[in-house]
């Protein structure tokens, strides 16, 4: 199971719900994908037009826990802000804190990012903070009581998969809360390879919602990510520079 704070999850695999062409496809694909986690910025919601048409409408939501995250924020104050908001409106403790610093490569200003979690911890909520794959920041973060960490593989919409395996690894290795690689990800071999690291989780969006067939991503997705938790969980053969035969050499006739 996944555990993170007081929650936890069968699934292994967050989705995000954005860009996706048609709502259809998206309820096609998140069924797919077997998540029970989806991801959603708040801004999207329009929370004071209750009777407005929105994404979320054609989810059968009692499947799914909620995570709001606070994409559009540049700073702890407007992430605090926007994490207060989707509480005040009957969405999930839990939150992603995402505080944005830069807007070419979408990357998390790390300063913002720590003081949001130390507001939103003090106010008990459930707090998941996107880091860029620092191992420091997570450290840091693990110290002063977030729920979980979420390293970048790449940046956001990148589709670059896993830029530097030894930091997520080292970050993982330390981790005393889930480890849940989140954005970059590309193709099921990514989402396979965080979890052979070791990850806890994968959280992922464009790779489904930008495929030609998002549904089959999805499951493609589904499937990597259990199969890379089963690949870590059996335990892999050394690497070695050498070929070591792996037919028995006893009782060949050597001359
Ligand atoms: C941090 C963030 O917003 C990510 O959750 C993003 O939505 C997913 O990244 P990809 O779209 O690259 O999978």
């Given at each position: 199971m996944l555990t993170i704070g007081q929650h936890s999850f069968k699934s292994r695999l967050l989705l995000g719900t954005g860009k996706f062409s048609d709502l259809q496809i998206q309820t096609q694909a998140v069924e797919a994908s077997g998540t029970e986690v989806l991801t959603f910025a708040?801004?999207?919601?329009n929370l004071d037009q209750p009777d407005e048409p929105n994404?979320?409408?054609?989810?059968?939501?009692?499947?799914y826990t909620l995570l709001p995250n606070t994409a559009g924020a540049r700073t702890a104050e407007e992430a605090v802000r926007i994490a207060r908001l989707a509480r005040a409106s009957g969405?999930?403790?839990?939150i992603k804190v995402e505080v944005i610093g830069?807007?070419?490569?979408?990357?998390?200003d790390p300063l913002e990012t720590v003081k949001a979690c130390e507001i939103l911890l003090a106010e008990g909520f459930t707090v998941l903070p996107y880091i860029s794959d620092d191992y420091m920041l997570a450290k840091r973060l693990q110290q002063i009581g977030v729920h979980a960490v979420m390293p970048g593989?790449?940046?956001?919409?990148?589709?670059?998969?896993?830029?530097n395996p030894a930091m997520l690894e080292w970050i993982i290795a330390d981790a005393r809360v889930p480890v849940i690689v989140d954005a970059g990800i590309r193709s099921p071999k990514d989402a396979a390879y965080a979890m052979e690291l070791g990850a806890d989780a994968v959280l992922l969006n464009s790779a489904v919602s930008g495929a030609d067939d998002p549904v089959k991503m999805a499951l493609a997705m589904k499937l990597a990510v259990e199969s890379g938790r089963l690949g870590k969980e059996a335990g892999m053969i050394p690497l070695r520079n050498y070929a070591v035969a792996?037919?028995?050499?006893?009782?060949m006739i050597t001359t």
């Open positions: 708040v801004r999207r919601l994404f979320l409408e054609h989810l059968d939501l009692t499947q969405l999930c403790d839990m830069d807007d070419q490569l979408i990357l998390p593989a790449s940046p956001i919409g990148s589709g670059r998969g896993i830029l792996s037919s028995p050499s006893e009782g």
